[in-house]
């Protein structure tokens, strides 16, 4: 492979980083005010995300490295269990990971860009969805290029918002203290919290999204825990310094329930017109996470029809050297899940069933510590991040399931069909 049709390294770093910072961090907030009315506890929150995720991108860094292949959990968990679970994996993927993402991030940018235009949203996500495929149609390169500048623009408006409060004197305040108060400590113990964790594992979603692209990366032993672990250490900063800005401009009252939480605060600090100017570029920048599902995506299900001959069709490849039937496919159930589903639902449906195979995976490094020779890169402090990622998925799972039994359910039934479709693919 050519290195017209490699990844580069900016481009692997800006594909974690596009992956992650997209509808959650600018909508999740709205339901976490409710159940933690404190700023302390709120960082918290994020803080512990960021550990989460950096445990997983670094165990992900050694796993991927010790494969060198493209596929991700699908092609992984294949490899360390049985391929039944990595299929199941890769159908997870592309029906909730990446299809039911990218149809959440559709409906965000419709939102906001609602504000500027008045088109209706779904119309907008739908526009969008197309508009960004298309845009991968046309190779590695093409795609490579409009992901860094897209993802520019989004960190670019993420520096304007945290440096605004700064600069403007016309507008009261919230003035909420971030250090910890009496009661904090409760907050954090709390079912509240576990359950609001689920929204922000949702934000987090994409730090191993380099780990998709692996076999498409130049260099994977090196680029490849570079892009994992620059990616997420950037989101976890980007995110605590964006999460306090919210908090400092706008009440809980502002906040609470709110979905489009950049446009909350961007019409309170610039006022309508200057704020209805913003709407339309945070929907621009979320295409930056649109475009990063478009490139990974595809990959798993091109990875699966190599591996099962009913499948092959997903393999064809167009002029440019892009899996375009994969991208067909993808393009077209996000869309239909844009007409069908609610923002809310699809959020909790992901952030539950992505975590479940994200932890066997995780627990994976065990079997892979054992069975393989020793990989490029290694993970420090094992075995204490893997076990730590565990132990807090579980946590937050059971609390979910606790509070919303029936989102567990619809995941488990996901799980169930793709071990079904892969007993009639796998046949003889």
Not at 157 to 165: D, E, K, Q, S, Y
Not at 291 to 306: C, D, F, K, L, Y
Not at 332 to 342: A, C, D, E, M
């Given at each position: ?5 490699k990844?580069t ?5 800006t ?6 910072i ?17 700023g ?35 092609y992984?968990?294949g ?16 029906l ?5 993402a ?15 235009v008045?088109?209706?949203v779904?119309v ?6 197309v508009?960004?495929?298309?845009i991968?149609w ?12 897209l ?5 670019g ?9 700064f600069?403007?004197?016309e507008?009261?305040f919230?003035?909420?203290s971030f250090l ?10 709390s ?5 609001s ?7 987090y979603?994409?730090?191993n999204?380099?780990?998709y ?8 032993e090196?680029?490849?825990?570079k892009?994992l ?11 605590l310094l ?13 906040l609470?329930?709110?979905n ?7 019409f ?12 339309g ?9 649109l ?16 591996d ?55 627990i ?5 510590r054992k069975k393989?020779?020793l ?19 579980c ?15 619809y ?5 169930a069909?793709g ?6 693919v796998?046949?003889?």
């Open positions: 492979m050519s290195s017209q049709t990844y390294l900016s481009v692997g770093i594909l974690v980083i596009a992956n992650m997209g509808t959650g961090v600018f909508t999740s907030l709205g339901y976490q005010v409710g159940p933690l009315p404190s302390f506890a709120i960082l918290c929150l994020w803080a512990l995300g960021g550990v989460v995720a950096l445990c997983g991108a670094f165990t992900y860094a050694e796993i991927a490295s010790s494969f060198k292949k493209s596929g991700g959990e699908y992984f968990l490899q360390i269990f049985h391929p039944s679970l990595g299929f199941a994996a890769g159908w997870i993927s592309l909730v990971g990446f299809a039911g990218i149809s959440a991030v559709a409906i965000a940018i419709g939102e906001y860009a609602h504000e500027l008045g088109i209706p779904k907008i996500a739908v526009a969008a969805i508009l960004v495929s298309s991968h046309f190779g590695v390169k093409t795609g490579g290029i409009a992901q860094n500048i993802t520019s623009l989004k960190l408006l993420i520096a304007v918002f945290c440096l605004a409060p600069f403007v004197s507008i009261s919230s003035h909420l910890p108060q009496p009661g904090d400590s409760d907050l954090i113990f079912k509240g919290f576990a359950i964790l689920v929204y922000v594992v949702y934000a979603t994409g730090w999204a380099a780990a692209i692996t076999g498409n990366l130049e260099n994977p090196k680029n490849l825990p892009s672990i620059i990616g997420t250490l950037v989101v976890v900063l980007v995110y964006l999460n306090g800005t919210f908090l400092y401009v706008a009440s809980f009252s502002e609470n329930g709110k489009d939480i950049g446009n909350v605060v961007a309170k600090l610039f006022g309508p017109t200057v704020g209805a100017v913003f709407a570029l945070f929907s621009t920048a979320l295409l930056s996470t475009s990063a599902m478009t490139i990974a995506g595809p990959r798993v299900m091109e990875a699966m029809g190599e099962y001959p009913r499948l092959k069709t997903f393999t064809s490849k167009n002029k440019f050297e892009m899996p375009y039937l994969a991208i067909i496919a993808q393009g077209g159930w996000s869309i239909f899940l844009v007409v069908v589903s609610s923002f809310k639902e699809i959020i909790q449906y992901i952030s539950v069933s992505l975590s479940l195979f994200s932890m066997l995976t995780v994976g490094i065990f079997v892979v393989l020779p990989s490029s890169f290694r993970l420090p402090l094992y075995p204490l991040p893997p076990l730590f990622f565990i132990v807090v998925t946590w937050m799972i059971y609390f979910e399931f606790t509070e919303n039994p029936m989102v567990i359910w995941s488990l039934g996901t799980i069909s071990l079904l479709v892969y007993k009639a796998s046949r003889k």
